[in-house]
Structures are given as structure tokens and as C-alpha cells.
């Protein structure tokens, strides 16, 4: 079935430096979204990407379709930005759900 | 603001017991997932809706059912409690023809013991 494959698992920053998330789908996407959830657990939608470049903030993601994979750029990073990073691509199999990676856990150090 | 608010927020069931989690969704969207959080597992799909009244069956359906009676609610029900579905539940909605942002509940922790 369909994979997603997120690198690294785990990445820890001093504040203000950047840092690049990859993730890797195993089938043609045509949804890619970024999650971030905090460290209490709750989910929010970064943004959605499944094609070319986009900005919102301090992040970037670059998804390069053809390739299969997406990366998420974090410059400048804060101490609010640790948690962990999540790539979803939807199903092939029909409904419109989104397929999870096991993310990247940030731990961003003052 | 979209709202999806699940209950309850923790649970500790018996082996061979009898779970209901509990989806509520403001955001009148017509897509609703139920999905299962373990360590190293990432987020799994259990269940989903895209209309009242009827349910589909996600990646990992074996031992639950769901249930979707209005387009706000969204059930998840585990008849026979095991050990192996511990887990932290999400529920989500999404809305047909955007870009299928995902809005999540704050999540269920379940302990079977």
C-alpha cells in the first residue's frame, strides 16, 4: 500500500537556526499537507503543498511531484516551534483521507 | 474558527468492554475520520464518512465500528475492548472540494487495561 517516510525522526535546534524536513511517498500524490503537532498532542494543518513551492510564515515547503518527496523548511527556529512534523498524501484507493507519516519530532533549545 | 470536539478526553476501559468515542463537528463538513495515534505508527486510518448514515472502512477497521448519524456526529464503538487498541483516537472533519484540510479534535486517550 501506499507509504509515507519522513526524515529524520528527530532533530534538535538552538533557536535561530533552520532546519530542512524530508518526506518521501511511495505513489503519485495529489494532495500533500503538513501537520504540526505540539507537544500536548493537538493537530493543526501547516499547509497544503502538492506541487511546487509555498510559504506561510517561517516555513517553506518545496514538493517536487515526479520525485515523490516534499520537504519543510523552518527558518529562524523558536522555542514555540518544537513538536512534531507530519507529510499526509491521500488515499489511492478512494475517500478523500489522507495518509500519515510517523513525522519528525523538533526539540528547539533557547 | 472550525470546531471538532471529541469526548471524552480519557478513558480507562475494561478488557472485553464496551467503548463509545464521541465526534462532534460545527464546521458543516461533510467528510469525518476517526483516526488511531500509537509510537512509531504515525496516525492510522480507522474509519471515515462522507455523508449521514453511512460509514466506509479505513485502513485498520478490524474491531471497531462506526457510526455517523447526522452530519455533525461521528461515533467510533468498540464492542470488545483489547489491550491492543490503547492508543490515542482522533477524530477529524474536511470539507468536499477544497484542498481536504483536515481539522482535528483534541483527541481520546484510551487505556484498556
Known amino acids: 500500500g501506499q507509504q509515507v517516510q519522513q526524515s529524520p525522526a528527530s532533530l534538535v535546534l538552538q533557536e535561530g537556526e533552520n532546519a530542512e524536513l524530508q518526506c518521501n511517498f511511495s505513489s503519485t500524490a495529489t494532495q500533500l499537507q503538513w501537520f504540526y503537532q505540539s507537544p500536548g498532542g493537538s493537530l493543526v494543518s501547516l499547509l497544503s503543498?502538492?506541487?511546487g513551492t509555498k510559504h506561510t510564515g517561517r516555513l517553506t515547503s518545496t514538493t517536487v511531484t515526479k520525485e515523490r518527496r516534499s520537504s519543510l523548511h523552518i527558518s529562524s527556529s523558536q522555542t514555540t516551534d518544537s513538536g512534531t512534523y507530519l507529510c499526509?498524501?491521500?488515499?489511492?484507493?478512494?475517500?478523500?483521507?489522507?495518509?500519515f507519516g510517523t513525522g519528525t519530532t523538533v526539540s528547539v533549545s533557547p | 474558527e472550525a470546531a471538532v470536539t471529541q469526548s471524552p478526553r480519557s478513558k480507562v476501559a475494561v478488557t472485553g468492554g464496551k467503548v463509545t468515542l464521541s465526534c462532534h463537528q460545527t464546521n458543516n463538513h461533510d467528510y469525518m475520520y476517526w483516526y488511531r495515534q500509537d509510537t512509531g505508527h504515525g496516525l492510522r486510518l480507522i474509519h471515515y464518512?462522507?455523508?449521514?448514515?453511512?460509514?466506509e472502512k479505513g485502513d485498520i477497521p478490524d474491531g471497531y465500528k462506526a457510526s455517523r448519524p447526522s452530519q455533525e456526529n461521528f461515533s467510533l464503538i468498540l464492542e470488545l475492548a483489547s489491550l491492543s487498541q490503547t492508543a490515542v483516537y482522533f477524530c477529524?472533519?474536511?470539507?468536499?472540494?477544497?484542498?481536504?484540510?483536515?481539522?482535528f479534535g483534541a483527541g481520546t486517550r484510551l487505556s484498556v487495561l
Open positions: 477529524a472533519s474536511s470539507q468536499l472540494f477544497s484542498q481536504n484540510t483536515l481539522y
Open positions: 503543498n502538492p506541487s
Open positions: 499526509a498524501i491521500d488515499r489511492s484507493q478512494g475517500g478523500r483521507a489522507l495518509i
Open positions: 464518512s462522507y455523508v449521514a448514515d453511512s460509514t
